[in-house]
């Protein structure tokens, strides 16, 4: 009988430390800390392709005249945007009047987009009448066109 009573007291102790250490090792317990981050508005714009144009020869009266290449635009931003187009003239020997008639010619460029990575194509093409064409002095012209990306 006292081997029993020793076994029941072993297998007793035995499972209450077994049935310790198991509830030991499965015990969790959480705890949540709060984070932010602030992203500032920014926007970035690049032009992938097409970084240089040329109409060719303007010649044989007015017409339309289509630049070789086209334009892609790269815009990376945290808000929504639009480009707008400027011409930079340098130092062109055109005169105002003739500068006016270019940038006329070319048109405006409405582009716009929400926050993330957008690429934009633009085309060119310059409508000059017969008139205009008397205003440019032979010799070749340059000027800079301006992309400007603004965040609403």
């Not at 970035?44 to 044989?60: E, K, M, P, T």
């Not at 707008?84 to 405006?108: F, H, P």
């Not at 194509?121 to 008139?131: G, K, L, N, Q, R």
């Amino acid at each position: 009988m006292r081997i029993l009573k020793a076994f029941g007291m072993t297998m007793l102790v035995s499972g209450l430390v077994l049935g310790l250490a198991v509830a030991v090792t499965a015990a969790t317990d959480t705890a949540d800390v709060s984070a932010s981050f602030t992203i500032p508005s920014w926007i970035s714009l690049s032009v992938d392709s097409g970084g240089s144009v040329n109409f060719g020869n303007i010649v044989g009266g007015g017409g339309s005249y289509e630049g070789d290449v086209d334009t892609v635009l790269r815009v990376l931003s945290t808000k929504s945007w639009a480009i707008t187009r400027t011409i930079v003239w340098g130092s062109s020997s055109l005169s105002a009047e003739a500068q006016a008639v270019i940038e006329a010619a070319l048109g405006t460029t409405s582009i716009s987009g929400s926050w993330g990575i957008s690429s934009e194509t633009v085309s060119y093409a310059m409508t000059i009448t017969d008139e205009d064409m008397a205003l440019f002095p032979e010799g070749t012209h340059s000027m800079t066109i301006r992309y400007m990306a603004t965040t609403d």
